[in-house]
């Protein structure tokens, strides 16, 4: 087996040098971040080292020499007509699988049968969710990022998949705080989706690891029993709660609590199907000009409807995704799908109802472990140092 380390600044540009090298069955063994050498390196970005192999180097066989005599030449010439036979016999028999997978899933399947390996990573993503042409996207470029042979070792393919998917994500974002200059957050999104629970969870949390001092101000007026919800949570807390009625209000409310550090702002729930109702929501953001803005999605949702809601939503300038109520859904497909296409951040997900607990942060490892499952302690350390080098680009 011939083996050899390559160095470059991304997976791609380091597999694009793989094939060229040891051509299209090269493996990768193991692939890390490291240092480039020298003082001067400790201020460079760091390197993807990859360890790729070849099991036969045939620059290493001999070359064929003429035959001695007739019966060789013409076993020679048997042998070759053969092997054009059964090449013919199988491209044939490619095209016709190749036809029928086609026929049997028009317009949602057309990769060429050398990545056949991968059709159960391919129906494992439909079946969480995935929107279809994503799934197609991720599978096509794993299959031309990997060789053949690499396809068919599960390790590496699971390996390079878990890297591929978080790599389509964005970093994700969640509140920070600046000493001295009050960070103003606000959460939107359709009714029912947890923005008040989530805020609380949220104001807990910064109040007691961060030591921050924090407001909670809700806008909610329209919903019943929303101000006594929201009043219960800051006594609970321990945290001053402020009501607003119009933009003018909530601007005067910023405007004299600037010693605190987080205000967060719960906005009232609106249908992403109304316009009118959206733009109400909009006017209260627009009294504050300096914020964030999190769009709040339960993960149960559909996909078709989380495109509406981001597209209603999306004249905000949405900062991040909040998804919510991830634990009462087992496909994280169409969260995943929404946040590559929009190429919005994930800032957190919740899982329950208890406050402060059942909140994180959106980091891409736990958000493929709830799109795929559980993986390996191997996969995950693999697929950790992959993305770091990814990230560290």
Aim: charged residues 25%; glycine residues 4%.
């Amino acid at each position: 087996m011939h083996v050899k380390k390559f160095y470059a600044s991304s997976m791609p540009e380091a597999m694009t040098a793989i094939r060229a090298e040891l051509g299209a069955d090269a493996i990768i063994l193991q692939s890390r971040k490291i240092r480039q050498p020298g003082l001067m390196g400790f201020f460079k970005p760091l390197r993807l080292e990859v360890t790729a192999a070849v099991d036969k180097d045939l620059r290493d066989f001999p070359q064929p020499t003429r035959a001695a005599n007739d019966d060789v030449r013409k076993m020679r010439r048997e042998l070759a007509d053969l092997k054009l036979a059964l090449a013919r016999v199988s491209k044939d028999r490619s095209s016709q699988q190749l036809a029928q997978t086609v026929r049997q899933q028009p317009g949602q399947y057309s990769m060429p049968p050398r990545i056949a390996s991968l059709d159960g990573w391919y129906n494992r993503l439909l079946e969480q969710g995935v929107a279809v042409e994503l799934a197609q996207q991720i599978i096509q470029t794993v299959a031309d990022e990997l060789s053949r042979w690499a396809l068919d070792n599960e390790n590496v393919l699971n390996e390079h998949l878990h890297w591929h998917l978080g790599r389509r994500l964005k970093a994700p974002q969640p509140l920070a705080l600046t000493r001295g200059n009050p960070q103003v957050s606000f959460l939107v999104g359709p009714t029912g989706v947890g923005k008040t629970t989530t805020i609380a969870k949220l104001a807990a949390n910064f109040k007691h690891q961060h030591k921050a001092r924090v407001l909670m101000v809700t806008a909610d007026t329209f919903r019943v029993a929303a101000i006594p919800q929201f009043q219960a949570f800051g006594d609970i807390l321990g945290i001053p709660v402020e009501v607003v009625y119009t933009p003018q209000d909530l601007q005067k409310i910023i405007s004299k609590n600037t010693e605190y550090d987080l205000i967060l702002v719960d906005t009232p729930g609106r249908s992403q199907r109304s316009q009118d109702e959206v733009s109400e929501v909009a006017a209260f953001l627009s009294a504050v000009p300096n914020k964030t803005v999190h769009l709040t999605v339960a993960a149960n949702t559909q996909y078709q409807d989380m495109h509406q809601i981001f597209t209603a939503f999306s004249t905000m300038h949405i900062d991040g995704f909040i998804f919510t109520k991830t634990d009462e859904t087992s496909s994280f497909g169409p969260a995943y799908s929404l946040a590559c296409e929009t190429k919005t951040p994930l800032s957190y997900l919740t899982n329950g109802q208890k406050v402060p607990d059942d909140i994180e942060i959106a980091s891409a490892e736990r958000v493929i472990d709830l799109l795929v499952g559980e993986v390996p302690d191997e996969i995950r350390s693999t697929r950790r140092r992959m993305l770091a080098a990814t990230n560290g680009r």
